[in-house]
C-alpha cells in the first residue's frame, strides 16, 4: 500500500549517545506532537518521528500516530512509515518535510478493516497537512553514513610551523611569498596576497602595514621584522577606509603594540600572556592555560601538550614542540572525562565519542537544499583565456584562471556557484542549471583543488525546477574519525595574472569549532584594534578565497567585529567573544540576496494549516518500534505497551538500559539491524480476561529514542532563546 502525501512527518532519533545533563521539561518540548482534526472531526495526533536513514534529501522512519474518530470514547494507536523530501534552511533551522510517500501503516489493536479505515483516513487527510520542524530534532537522531567515513579519509593533517609567545604577538599570513600590485591613482603598491593592509612605497622601498588607531607598522621587507612607524605619508594614511578609522577609534592605543611576526607557508601562534597559567579539567588529570586564547592542555601523567588547531589536535613534549598530529579517536581517555559544564566544554565537540562530536559530525549529513529555476544562468569571468591543469589521480581537469570553481569531464564543462551546479559545452558557456553530474567529479581526493564540490548534490529535476543542496563540506568543514575538521591541510597555489585569487587554506586564521555557531576565525591575541580585510584586495570587492564560496564572506566585517569586540571584553574574553562571521553553520548561501533570484517556490501543501501542538499540554513520550508495536515512556523511566486500548505496564521493561543506550553510536544499516532486531517485539496472547501482556524486551534502541528526543528538545529550545552564541570559556 502506498499513499502520496506533500507535507506530513517531521524527523527525529535514531542514535544519539549519552543522557542529558538535566531534564527537559514539558513547556521546553512543545512543538511535538502535532495534532489535526479532519473533515470527518476526527482528531489525529502525530507523535515526533523515529528516523530511519537519511539520503540525500530523502528521509524515511516511522512515527506513533494516535487516531480518536467522531464520537469515540478512546483513541487507536498505531505507527505509520514514512519516505519524504526535505527542505532545510540553516538560518532559521527549519526543515519542511514534503511529497511524502507512505509505504506502510500499521495499527496493531485494530482490526484488518478498522485498520483499512484508519488508512484510507491518512491517504485523504494528510495531504492538507503543513509540518516543519527544528534541524536540531533532526541531528540529534541521525547516524553517521559510510558514505560520508570514505569522503573524508584523504585529509592532510601534517602539522604547520606551531609558535609560541609569552608577550603579544600577531600571526601575518603571505601566502607564497610577497605579491605586488600598483594601486591605481598612487605611486604606491599594495601586497595583494594578505589579509592585512601593507603598502610599499617604491620610492624608498619602505612597506607599511597598518593596525588601527592611526597605528602603523614599517619594515624595509613585506616579511619583515616591523617596528611602530613614527611618521607615515599622509597620501597612504589616506588609503584606509573612513569606516574602518572610525570603528576602532573609541579605543585606546596599546603603550606596547603587539610584536608583527610574517610567514608564508603553513604556520599558527600561540600566545599567552606572560608565563603560561593553568587549572585543572577531567578531574585533576589534565590541565587548561588560562591566559591564552588558544587551546592548550596538558596530561598529568605523560606531561605531554596538546593543542587543538583547525580541528585537528598536535601533541609535542613541550610548548616548543616538536608537534605530531593525534587523530581524534586516538586521544586519551581523560579527554572524554573534560566535564560538560566546564568552561572548556566546548573541547568535547573535538574529542571522538562525546555527545558534542557526535552531533556535530551529525549535523553535516543534513544538506542545505533548495529548488532552483532552470532559467537561472552563470558567468564565469577567466583573467584571460581559460587555463585548466589536470586533478591528479582522476579523470578532471580544473580552471585555474578564475575565481569560479569550473571541471572539465570528457568534453563537458561542470561549474559551481554558491551551492548550485551548472553545465556548459564550452567552459565560456553558455551555462545551464545541470540537472545530473558525472560519477568521476564525486570521486576526487581531498587532495584535489575541487575536492569540497563533491559536497554539492542535484537530488532530482522537472522541466521547470532542479532540487539541490550542499553538505558543509563544501564550506570546507570535514568528518574525520569522530569528529569536525577545518579544511583539508592541502596546499592548492593561487592564481597570479592581472588578478590575484587565492584557495582555500586551512591554517593561520585560527579556526575554532564552537556547537551553536560552527567555525569561526580571528587571530591569536586580541588587542582589539588590530585591524584586518577579508577583502584579499586590501580594502577592495572580496573574492573567493581562503574561507568560502566566491564574494563570502564581506571585505572587512568578520575580522574587524571580532577585534573590537574583543577589545571590549578584554585579553581572556579573546577574539572568540566577537567573531560573528561563522563561516559553516547557520548560513544559507541560497538565501543571499543576490542568489534569491534564482529560487523557484518550493510546492507546500495541499491545504494548508500549520500543524498545532496537541490539545492539553500532551507529552511527546509515545514511540513505536520497526514492527508498528506502540509504547510509552512513563514517569518512573519504565515502558508501557499499547494492547487492546490500554497501556500494559511490565515489569520486564528494563530501564537500566537506558544507561548502555548513550553507548551506542551509528555504524550504518548493519548496527542499526542488529539493534533492531534486539528490540523487536510481539505480544503474547494472554490467557483469562485481562489484556495480553507484552514480553520481556530489550529497550536500549526505546531509550536511545527516548534520549534523542530530549536531547533535540533541549538543542532547539538553546537556538530559540538565542544561544547562537559561541559558548565557552573564551567566546
Same mark, same amino acid.
Given at each position: 500500500m502506498t499513499i502520496v502525501l506533500a507535507a506530513v512527518l517531521s524527523v527525529t532519533t535514531l542514535v544519539l549517545a549519552g543522557p542529558l545533563t538535566g531534564p527537559v521539561t514539558a513547556q521546553e518540548d512543545d512543538d511535538w506532537p502535532r495534532e489535526f482534526t479532519t473533515e470527518a472531526n476526527a482528531r489525529v495526533v502525530v507523535f515526533q518521528p523515529q528516523l530511519d536513514s537519511l539520503e540525500g534529501n530523502r528521509l524515511s522512519g516511522r512515527s506513533a500516530v494516535s487516531v480518536t474518530l467522531d464520537g469515540a470514547d478512546r483513541p487507536v494507536f498505531g505507527a505509520v512509515w514514512f519516505d519524504a523530501r526535505i527542505e532545510t534552511d540553516r538560518d532559521e533551522r527549519v526543515v519542511e518535510i514534503l511529497d511524502v510517500q507512505v509505504p506502510r501503516v500499521r495499527f496493531a489493536e485494530a482490526t484488518p478493516e478498522q485498520e483499512r479505515q484508519l488508512a484510507a483516513l491518512l491517504e485523504k487527510e494528510v495531504p492538507k497537512w503543513d509540518l516543519r520542524t527544528s534541524l536540531d530534532r533532526i541531528l540529534t537522531a541521525l547516524g553517521v553514513t559510510e558514505q560520508q567515513k570514505r569522503m573524508s579519509e584523504g585529509l592532510n593533517n601534517r602539522p604547520p610551523e606551531i609558535l609560541y609567545r609569552t608577550s603579544a604577538a600577531i600571526l601575518v599570513v603571505i601566502e607564497d611569498g610577497p605579491r605586488l600590485q600598483a594601486i591605481e591613482g598612487t605611486p604606491f603598491q599594495h601586497v595583494v596576497n594578505s589579509p592585512v593592509l601593507m603598502v610599499k612605497d617604491p620610492g624608498n622601498g619602505t612597506f607599511f602595514l597598518y593596525a588601527a588607531h592611526d597605528t602603523w607598522y614599517t619594515a624595509s621587507s613585506a616579511t619583515g621584522p616591523f617596528t611602530v612607524a613614527r611618521t607615515v605619508p599622509n597620501e597612504i594614511v589616506g588609503l584606509v577606509p573612513d569606516e574602518v578609522r572610525e570603528e576602532f577609534a573609541?579605543?585606546?592605543?596599546?603603550?606596547?603594540?603587539?610584536?608583527?611576526?610574517?610567514?608564508?607557508?603553513?604556520?599558527?601562534?600561540?600566545?599567552?600572556?606572560?608565563?603560561?597559567?593553568?587549572?585543572?579539567?577531567?578531574?585533576?588529570?589534565?590541565?587548561f592555560m588560562t591566559n591564552t586564547e588558544s587551546d592548550v592542555l596538558i596530561e598529568i601523567t605523560t606531561q605531554r601538550t596538546f593543542v587543538l588547531l583547525s580541528g585537528r589536535w598536535f601533541v609535542a613534549p613541550s610548548l616548543d614542540g616538536p608537534w605530531?598530529?593525534?587523530?581524534?579517536?586516538?586521544?586519551?581517555?581523560?579527554?572524554?572525562?573534560?566535564?560538560?559544564?566546564?568552561?572548556?566544554?566546548?573541547?568535547?565537540?573535538?574529542?571522538?565519542g562525546t555527545v558534542e562530536a557526535q552531533e556535530a559530525v551529525l549535523e553535516a549529513q543534513i544538506p542545505q537544499t533548495a529548488v532552483i529555476s532552470r532559467d537561472a544562468t552563470l558567468q564565469v569571468v577567466y583573467d584571460g583565456a581559460p587555463q585548466f591543469e589536470p586533478i591528479q589521480g582522476t579523470e578532471l581537469s580544473h580552471a585555474v584562471n578564475t575565481q569560479?570553481?569550473?571541471?572539465?569531464?570528457?568534453?563537458r564543462y561542470y561549474a559551481v556557484d554558491n551551492g548550485v551546479w551548472f553545465t556548459a559545452d564550452s567552459p565560456t558557456g553558455a551555462w545551464v542549471v545541470a540537472t545530473s553530474i558525472p560519477?568521476?567529479?564525486?570521486?576526487?581526493?581531498?587532495?584535489?583543488?575541487?575536492?569540497?564540490?563533491?559536497?554539492v548534490y542535484v537530488y532530482d529535476s522537472t522541466p521547470s525546477v532542479v532540487h539541490v543542496g550542499y553538505l558543509p563540506g563544501y564550506m570546507h568543514s570535514f568528518w574525520y574519525r569522530g569528529c569536525m575538521m577545518w579544511g583539508t591541510g592541502w596546499h592548492h597555489p593561487a592564481w597570479?595574472?592581472?588578478?590575484?585569487?587565492?584557495?582555500?587554506?586551512?591554517?593561520?586564521?585560527?579556526?575554532?569549532? =564552537?556547537?551553536?555557531? !560552527? /567555525?569561526?576565525?580571528?587571530?591569536? +591575541?586580541? @588587542?582589539?584594534?588590530?585591524? #584586518?580585510?577579508? %577583502? *584579499?584586495?586590501?580594502?577592495? =570587492?572580496?573574492?573567493? !578565497? /581562503?574561507?568560502?564560496?566566491?564574494? +563570502?564572506? @564581506?571585505?572587512?566585517?568578520? #575580522?574587524?567585529? %571580532? *577585534?573590537?569586540?574583543?577589545?571590549?571584553?578584554?585579553?581572556?574574553?579573546?577574539?572568540?567573544?566577537?567573531?560573528?562571521?561563522?563561516?559553516?553553520?547557520?548560513?544559507?548561501?541560497?538565501?543571499?540576496?543576490?542568489?534569491?533570484?534564482?529560487?523557484?517556490?518550493?510546492?507546500?501543501?495541499?491545504?494548508?494549516?500549520?500543524?498545532?501542538?496537541?490539545?492539553?499540554?500532551?507529552?511527546?513520550?509515545?514511540?513505536?518500534?520497526?514492527?508498528?508495536?506502540?509504547?510509552?515512556?512513563?514517569?518512573?523511566?519504565?515502558?508501557?505497551?499499547?494492547?487492546?486500548?490500554?497501556?500494559?505496564?511490565?515489569?520486564?521493561?528494563?530501564?537500566a538500559a537506558s544507561g548502555r543506550a548513550g553507548q551506542v553510536q551509528g555504524g550504518g544499516d548493519r548496527a542499526a539491524a542488529a539493534r533492531d532486531r534486539a528490540s523487536q517485539v510481539s505480544p503474547q496472547r494472554g490467557t483469562g480476561g485481562r489484556a495480553n501482556q507484552p514480553r520481556s524486551v530489550n529497550t536500549s534502541s526505546l531509550n536511545r529514542d527516548f534520549q534523542a528526543r530530549q536531547r533535540g528538545a533541549a538543542r532547539t529550545q538553546s537556538f530559540r532563546g538565542g544561544g547562537r552564541s559561541s559558548g565557552g570559556r573564551r567566546r
Open positions: 573609541s579605543g585606546d592605543a596599546l603603550a606596547a603594540p603587539p610584536e608583527i611576526i610574517v610567514r608564508t607557508e603553513a604556520a599558527e601562534l600561540i600566545v599567552s600572556d606572560g608565563a603560561p597559567e593553568f587549572r585543572p579539567v577531567a578531574g585533576g588529570e589534565l590541565l605530531s598530529f593525534v587523530s581524534p579517536d586516538a586521544l586519551p581517555a581523560i579527554f572524554q572525562a573534560i566535564e560538560p559544564d566546564s568552561e572548556v566544554a566546548y573541547l568535547r565537540a573535538s574529542v571522538a569560479s570553481q569550473v571541471l572539465q569531464h570528457e568534453r560519477r568521476a567529479i564525486y570521486e576526487q581526493p581531498a587532495s584535489s583543488p575541487a575536492y569540497n564540490t563533491t559536497f597570479w595574472g592581472s588578478h590575484w585569487w587565492p584557495r582555500h587554506s586551512t591554517w593561520g586564521f585560527h579556526m575554532s569549532w =564552537s556547537s551553536h555557531g !560552527g /567555525w569561526g576565525f580571528g587571530t591569536t +591575541w586580541s @588587542s582589539g584594534w588590530f585591524s #584586518f580585510s577579508v %577583502g *584579499w584586495s586590501s580594502w577592495g =570587492s572580496p573574492s573567493s !578565497g /581562503w574561507w568560502g564560496p566566491r564574494g +563570502w564572506p @564581506s571585505s572587512t566585517t568578520a #575580522f574587524n567585529a %571580532g *577585534w573590537a569586540q574583543g577589545h571590549r571584553s578584554g585579553f581572556r574574553a579573546g577574539y572568540r567573544a566577537g567573531t560573528r562571521d561563522h563561516i559553516a553553520r547557520g548560513r544559507n548561501l541560497y538565501n543571499r540576496p543576490s542568489n534569491r533570484t534564482r529560487n523557484a517556490a518550493a510546492a507546500g501543501a495541499a491545504g494548508g494549516a500549520l500543524a498545532a501542538s496537541a490539545r492539553g499540554g500532551q507529552p511527546n513520550n509515545v514511540f513505536a518500534d520497526r514492527n508498528g508495536e506502540v509504547y510509552r515512556r512513563a514517569q518512573d523511566g519504565g515502558w508501557q505497551q499499547r494492547q487492546q486500548g490500554q497501556w500494559a505496564a511490565s515489569g520486564d521493561l528494563a530501564t
